[in-house]
């Protein structure tokens, strides 16, 4: 597989590399009920090593020090985003925005949100955002839609929650479960199975 770089309108250029899977974490801020019950400590117990910048390209490293815990711990990663209230902008201009030129030229982008299920942990609101502070989808199909009415293109769009080992197409009015396939060419003994592969 090649990794691109395009500009906004142009072709991509491609580069004999293999394709890549960045890992960006953003950390949401504390709660009110969470403050409260930290006695209005509102610190994290996850930052930088050292004197990083994490404006660079280069891979950083994250400490998990959770003085409640004996956590301690320490990660490579591609990006890391702390607790700041518009940080979901950010990763979309920074880690995102440059992967929607590509899919006008037949590559792929996929990003995707994981973290504790039901817990409050950020993956709605970094996903979906709010009216005031849009989050990676909405700015993502702002960005793609804009390409599409500037150049005459059209883009297909798949918007899929995976939630307990199940997939649901999120843009059916009422969303269902559809079948997950290996491949493209998923078959019963009625025929193709229409999903995802």
Not at 51 to 70: A, F, G, I, M, W
Request: one cysteine or more; a negative charge; charged letters at 25%.
């Amino acid at each position: 597989m090649e990794t691109q770089s395009v500009n906004l309108l142009g072709t991509p250029s491609k580069q004999a590399a293999v394709s890549k899977v960045m890992v960006v974490v953003r950390v949401r801020p504390f709660l009110p009920r969470e403050i409260t019950a930290r006695n209005g400590n509102s610190k994290s117990c996850v930052f930088l090593l050292g004197h990083q910048d994490n404006d660079s390209s280069d891979e950083v490293s994250v400490h998990l020090k959770d003085p409640n815990t004996s956590r301690n711990e320490c990660y490579r990663l591609d990006s890391f985003f702390d607790q700041e209230d518009d940080n979901v902008r950010r990763i979309f201009y920074r880690e995102v925005n440059s992967l929607i030129p590509g899919i006008f030229h037949g590559f792929n982008a996929t990003v995707f949100a994981y973290g504790a299920t039901g817990t409050g942990s950020g993956k709605t609101y970094t996903m979906q955002g709010t009216e005031e502070h849009p989050g990676l989808m909405p700015l993502a199909m702002s960005t793609i839609l804009s390409i599409c009415q500037s150049t005459g293109y059209i883009a297909e769009i798949s918007y899929y929650e995976v939630y307990m080992d199940r997939c649901y197409d999120l843009l059916e009015v009422k969303p269902e479960e559809i079948s997950v396939s290996d491949d493209k060419d998923a078959r019963s003994s009625e025929g193709p199975v229409p999903g995802a592969y």
